[in-house]
């Protein structure tokens, strides 16, 4: 037990919102595996998640910010230290610039499919890619979701950021380093809100846009199941890690309750009672058998934080 009884009596004095000890991370997570976190903690103001993020600091306790868990495996041993839910810091506001254009601000903890149908409802154009991706703000800021063309750097215009010191700094977009599925910030940082650059469109055009994207992804996906997305980036201007995994023959091998999705090949569902061992061990044959037969090095794109079980 990493958090001991007195640090526990401290948090629970320090926060306002909810906290839970030796909490099933399965809880938390779209795959449902993972053991126990020592902490989880759902901070509902940044005051206070300055103050939560210090005192961890003081007391040299780890800790990982996270939002929906959907990119998300942690391992059946768990995490020995706190998990920051942003959750609860899910404002959004909406503030008019010029007569074209409109700034979505957005908590960490708002999800993207809260913004999406916001912008479609306000006939905001610009967030469409979104749609289906079940990510919070924060999650996607700092994977730069993207889908059908387009990536969260696209349309973001500011992220604010609490750094090491627990003060919150505001960055603009030219200040940031975005790449494929990843924003490059320090370990610990953790994404306050961000700000969105959206147009004025048409409702209807936006809807056909939205449903269109959906429908393609009730195709595509095995939403029928738990999963965590794409388990694999796509390598460098090749072959989608989809294809790379269909082509291995992979699809359909089964480890515990983990299978690699006979729908999509970069999809690993849990039929039921997964372990995180039995993902883990998939990706792993995944990876030696793309590797051998075809000479790629696939790089996960989902998180794996934990110790093994
Ligand atoms: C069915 C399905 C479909 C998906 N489709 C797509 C897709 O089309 N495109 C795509 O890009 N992704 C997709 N994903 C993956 C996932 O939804 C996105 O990456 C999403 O943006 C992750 O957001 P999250 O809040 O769930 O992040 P989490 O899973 O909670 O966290 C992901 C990572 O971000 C970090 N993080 C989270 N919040 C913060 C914060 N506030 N500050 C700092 N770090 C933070 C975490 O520590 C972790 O490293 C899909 C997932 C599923 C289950």
């Not at 449902?32 to 989880?40: F, L, Y």
């Not at 939403?223 to 291995?248: C, H, Q, T």
């Not at 061990?281 to 995944?286: F, G, K, P, T, V």
């Amino acid at each position: 037990m990493l958090i001991d009884t007195t640090l526990r009596q401290k948090l629970r004095d320090m926060v306002s919102g909810k906290v839970l000890f030796d909490e099933p991370m399965s809880r938390h997570t779209s795959i449902g595996v993972g053991g126990n976190a020592d902490a989880v903690i759902w901070p509902e103001r940044s005051e206070e998640l300055s103050r939560i993020v210090n005192f961890l600091r003081q007391f040299q306790v780890p800790f990982i910010p996270i939002g929906n868990g959907t990119n998300l495996i942690v391992k059946d041993g768990g995490y020995k230290g706190a998990v920051i839910s942003m959750l609860r810091m899910s404002g959004i506001s909406l503030a008019e610039r010029g007569s074209e254009q409109v700034l979505l601000h957005a908590g960490a903890g708002a999800t993207l499919s809260e913004i999406v149908l916001l912008s479609e409802k306000r006939s905001l154009s610009g967030m469409e890619f979104c749609a289906g991706i079940p990510g919070s703000v924060g999650g996607a800021v700092r994977m730069n979701a993207g889908a059908y063309g387009n990536e969260i750097k696209d349309v973001v215009e500011t992220v604010e950021l609490m750094i090491v010191s627990g003060e919150i700094q505001e960055s603009g977009k030219d200040d940031l380093k975005f790449t494929y599925r990843n924003l490059d910030i320090p370990e610990g940082t953790v994404i306050v809100g961000a700000s969105f650059s959206l147009r004025k469109g048409f409702e209807e055009q936006i809807h056909t846009r939205i449903n269109e994207i959906l429908g393609k992804r009730k195709n595509k996906h095995p939403l029928e199941y738990r999963n965590a997305g794409s388990i694999f980036k796509n390598p460098n201007g090749g072959i989608p890690a989809g294809r790379l995994i269909d082509e291995s023959g992979l699809k359909g091998v089964q480890i515990g309750e983990a299978k690699i999705s006979e729908k999509h090949g970069n999809f690993i569902v849990n039929l039921g009672n997964a372990k995180a061992s039995d993902i883990i061990a998939l990706i792993d044959m995944i990876k030696t058998k793309v590797r051998r037969e075809r000479g790629i090095a696939l790089e996960t794109e989902v998180m794996i934080v934990g110790e093994d079980g």
